[in-house]
């Protein structure tokens, strides 16, 4: 059990450089809050905590970049179009690793080292847009939305709550939290941190569960920490709408393969769609899903069960696999071995 609750105790690996970086002179960060938009601050920012060796340009503008820490972790950094075409993404990793080690997902092969500190996060948004520009993808003159979605889980990380004030410090653009909302203290305590933050934030913040299948027990089995029944998760539904001004419904993405169950009418009266909506995402498959016997699920099979989602009362959101990431592999977790494979 001790394992399972390591990462709810992790500390900085050079808290002492940490604190001399306090102590410093700040940066000429405006004591104004930024425009909603303005990312100008972020291209200014000079990353300390951070460095970039390499970049990986795919495409449908899909950008990615292994960043090295100080104590030598590499994480991936993305920035990517949305779906719409309209929205570059920010894609940042939040943790070395990640603690919930889904079945599904190839970052759980990289075991969980530690979360990263706020300000690496900062420095980890700050390089991926300043990266963009480099390349040629102007990120300030288009809008932006940062999406923790990838690497690590925002409710398993303690300095998730301060990395996102130090965000707002910087940039106020749209953001989108994603977790597989851990059973633990720590996850409810960041779960009201994120809450708070997003009643005075001025962008919208989008809240998304990942509940991966309408069955307790087989979603119970997918991860490797204990997970929030859906009594907790209604919970958390309720709040979120009782303390996040004009808050949007909390998302529940599935990444659905063959073998996931999936039956909206179990769902139905516990994770009302009052309070939720739900997102259908076929699974890019990884050699992980692989090796414990997952299968794609087809386009019919998604379009039906998002038919019989709207018919119990819910708002179904399209989710789908890019196209770079289905001809490379590309699912969080995949780039960072390729890397590794390739340093001396």
Not at 195 to 207: E, L
Request: net charge negative.
């Amino acid at each position: 059990m001790t394992g399972k609750r390591e990462y709810m105790k992790q500390e900085s690996p050079w808290a002492e450089q940490e604190a001399e970086l306090d102590q410093a002179p700040k940066s000429s960060l405006s004591s104004q809050a930024p425009q909603k938009g303005d990312i100008s601050s972020l291209l200014e920012h000079k990353p300390t905590l951070l460095r970039s060796s390499a970049a990986f340009l795919f495409n449908d503008s899909v950008l990615k970049y292994p960043l090295h820490t100080l104590d030598d972790r590499v994480v991936v950094g993305t920035s990517c179009l949305g779906y719409s075409e309209k929205t570059y993404l920010v894609v940042p990793a939040i943790q070395v690793g990640c603690p919930v080690q889904c079945n599904f997902c190839q970052v759980g092969d990289q075991g969980y080292e530690r979360s990263l500190t706020a300000k690496e996060i900062v420095d980890e948004i700050a390089l991926i847009v300043q990266k963009s520009h480099q390349y040629g993808y102007p990120l300030a003159q288009t809008r932006v939305k940062i999406s923790f979605v990838a690497d690590g889980d925002p409710l398993t990380n303690p300095n998730f709550g301060q990395a996102l004030e130090q965000i707002a410090e910087r940039a106020v653009v749209p953001m989108k939290v994603s977790t597989a909302y851990p059973d633990t203290p720590l996850a409810e305590r960041l779960f009201d941190e994120i809450c708070s933050f997003s009643a005075t934030y001025g962008d919208t913040v989008q809240f998304q569960i990942s509940l991966n299948s309408t069955d307790a027990e087989y979603r119970a089995r997918i991860a490797k920490i204990p997970l929030a029944d859906y009594r907790k998760i209604r919970e958390a539904g309720e709040k979120w709408q009782s303390d996040v001004p004009h808050a949007r419904k909390v998302n529940l993405t599935f990444t659905l393969t063959q073998e996931t169950p999936c039956t909206p009418e179990d769902i139905k009266d516990i994770l009302t769609p009052d309070l939720f909506a739900i997102r259908l995402r076929d699974w890019a498959p990884t050699e992980r899903g692989l090796r414990y016997g997952l299968h794609r699920i087809g386009p019919e099979k998604l379009k039906e069960l998002a038919d019989r989602f709207v018919s119990e009362g819910y708002n179904v959101i399209p989710g789908r696999t890019g196209n770079t990431e289905r001809m490379f592999i590309l699912s969080a977790g995949q780039l960072t071995g390729m890397y590794q494979s390739l340093l001396r």
